[in-house]
């Protein structure tokens, strides 16, 4: 059975903590010595318990410390009452419960508040091992080797578990963000790949149906190019499924161009030789899709440039159409090529021209 880090820790601290109370009671000799150590013990772990609670669950917590402030009081209160019952009672309580102090207070304090009260709870505590051991040096550096080293181990198993916390919640965050960017990713890559296609199918579609009578061949060739068209946009489904999808600027321009003639519309290329990346290319490409797509869908355009141009390191593309109806890109295909292109850095326009035709353009840097 696999152990569990989180509740390991949790165990780790309060066994600690019982751990160095506990035998205390070991040490006393009559009840009322018992009695006395059990109303200072319990006075001193209720506040622990609700720190180390707090702190377990991330909680910061501001303001006047009042559960250490009690901590702190019920510590030092006790030594001269018990001790006045039990010199040796009262030194191990404040030997035992000095340690656990210190971590209550690196576990409640700042870094910079809980060190310097840390460091005097180990003077303290050296100072009483000096005391009551009529100066035995080893002794006292022993309890204060225990004060630090208890202190930061509790201190540790908190943030452990405060981190390990953390941790589960990023991960489930970033599943969350993953899943999320994905279906982004495949509603932009159908947006995108397949309206342009679709596009074609239909318009190849409604050709043939035209032709069926007057141009039986001619019908039969434009149902040959669906057919291949529609082949094509399977293939593209399968792509997104994978989540790959290679484009080439050059190859999308030609089917740009056999689109938009095949809409009637005359198609005039202008492009430049690019030496570019392939994320670049790609992008290149969906703009050319995107823009055509709608030229194809939202206008009356009769003619249609496509164009490149490379100057100080940035590559710009433009299409332009004569006749612009409510624009020639827009929508969430705009919206999806705009992030594109956001993450190479690149920035996407479209308006209208003087002509009363659209310009779409993209520019990217090389």
């Known amino acids: 059975m696999r152990m569990n880090p989180q509740r390991l820790a949790v165990g780790v601290v309060y066994t600690i903590s019982i751990g160095f109370t506990a035998p205390l009671f070991a040490l006393t000799r009559n009840p009322l010595e018992a009695v006395s150590v059990a109303v200072a013990a319990a006075a001193f772990l209720v506040p622990h318990h609700l720190q180390l609670r707090d702190a377990l669950r991330g ?43 210190a971590a209550a207070v690196l576990v409640r304090l700042r870094a910079r508040f809980a060190v310097p ?64 960017r994905e279906r982004l990713r495949i509603s932009r890559d159908l947006h995108d790949g397949l309206g342009s296609t679709l596009t074609a199918v239909a318009l190849k579609g ?46 999308e321009v030609h089917r740009a161009v056999a689109l938009l003639e095949a809409s ?24 050319v899709r995107e823009g055509v797509t709608n030229v194809v869908r939202h206008s009356h355009a009769t003619t249609c440039s496509i164009s490149t141009s490379a100057r100080e390191g940035v590559v710009r593309l433009e299409l332009v159409n004569d006749r612009a109806r409510g624009g020639s890109a827009g929508g969430n295909g705009l919206t999806g090529l705009r992030e594109r292109v956001a993450d190479l850095g690149g920035v996407v326009s479209a308006e209208r021209t003087d002509g009363g035709g659209f310009r779409f353009a993209m520019e990217v840097p090389a």
Do not use: H
């Open 206 to 251: 409604d050709l043939a149906r035209r032709l069926v009578e007057s141009d039986p061949q001619a019908a039969k060739a434009e149902l040959a190019e669906l057919a291949a068209v529609a082949r094509e946009a399977a293939q593209e489904v399968r792509q997104v499924a994978r989540g790959y999808r290679e484009m080439s600027l050059t190859e």
């Open 59 to 101: 909680r910061e917590r501001r303001g006047v410390p009042v559960a250490l402030i009690v901590q702190i009081a019920v510590t030092y209160a006790a030594v001269p009452l018990l001790s006045s019952l039990s010199p040796f009672v009262g030194y191990n309580w404040a030997s035992s419960m000095q340690t656990i102090l």
């Open 264 to 287: 009637g519309v005359s198609c005039q290329t202008n492009l430049a030789d690019l030496a570019v990346s392939r994320p670049v290319d790609e992008a290149l490409a969906w703009a």
């Open 117 to 180: 009260v840390v460091a005097v709870i180990g003077a303290i505590d050296v100072w009483l091992g000096l005391l009551v051991s009529d100066g035995n040096l080893a002794l006292a550096l022993y309890n204060l080797v225990t004060v630090v080293v208890t202190g930061g181990v509790i201190y540790g198993a908190v943030r452990l578990v405060v981190v390990s916390r953390e941790l589960e919640q990023a991960r489930t965050e970033l599943a969350e963000a993953a899943v999320l």
